[in-house]
């Protein structure tokens, strides 16, 4: 049997070029808590309620990510990817991240690492160290990031690098 033993993997965020922060928060997602299993892959794989507020002015959209730097691979692994929600949207509910529900204005989901198109819950492999969570609004400059739902998280990723005006981050924890 493989063993998952490595070392933990820095702040993905602390290794971008800095940015404000403002402030994210949750109904369901306490900060450096332990997901709720409605958040596991194999629980509910339901989104968490989110809110957010102190976005820069001139934000004109945002962009929703979930990233885990702490999958066994070189990458990590996207969780949820939401583009394009209007600036006048600092809330969203529980379970908005469904393949099926009805997303505010032009917002729409690019395909996580399990290859759909929604939030897919944490799924840690058994055994393996805690991983970390890292649900982050990204305040945008423009009122689309400019990309399509064709593309990958690392697409949106490094758009949001060059168009995001600030980011707030909550980080949950999970592991089998």
């Not at 709720?36 to 004109?60: E, I, M």
Request: proline share 11%; glycine share 10%.
């Amino acid at each position: 049997m493989t063993s998952l033993d490595r070392p933990v993997k820095p702040d993905p965020y602390d290794l971008l070029p800095p940015l404000p922060s403002f402030t994210v928060t949750s109904d369901d997602v306490t900060e450096g808590q332990r997901l709720n299993v409605a958040q596991a892959h194999d629980g509910g794989n339901t989104s968490p309620q989110l809110s957010w507020s102190g976005a820069p002015d001139g934000t004109k959209s945002y962009t929703i990510t979930c990233f885990d730097p702490d999958a066994p691979t070189p990458s990590g692994f996207w969780h949820w990817v939401l583009v394009d929600v209007p600036p006048d949207v600092t809330s969203l509910p529980a379970g908005i991240g469904a393949a099926d529900a009805e997303l505010p204005g032009r917002a729409f989901h690019v395909r996580n690492d399990y290859g759909t198109k929604d939030f897919g819950g944490a799924a840690p492999p058994p055994g393996d160290q805690v991983h970390r969570y890292y649900f982050v609004v990204h305040a945008v400059a423009e009122e689309s990031l400019g990309v399509d739902d064709s593309v990958s998280p690392a697409v949106v990723s490094f758009n949001l690098v060059f168009k995001s005006l600030a980011r707030g981050v909550l980080k949950g924890t999970y592991q089998h």
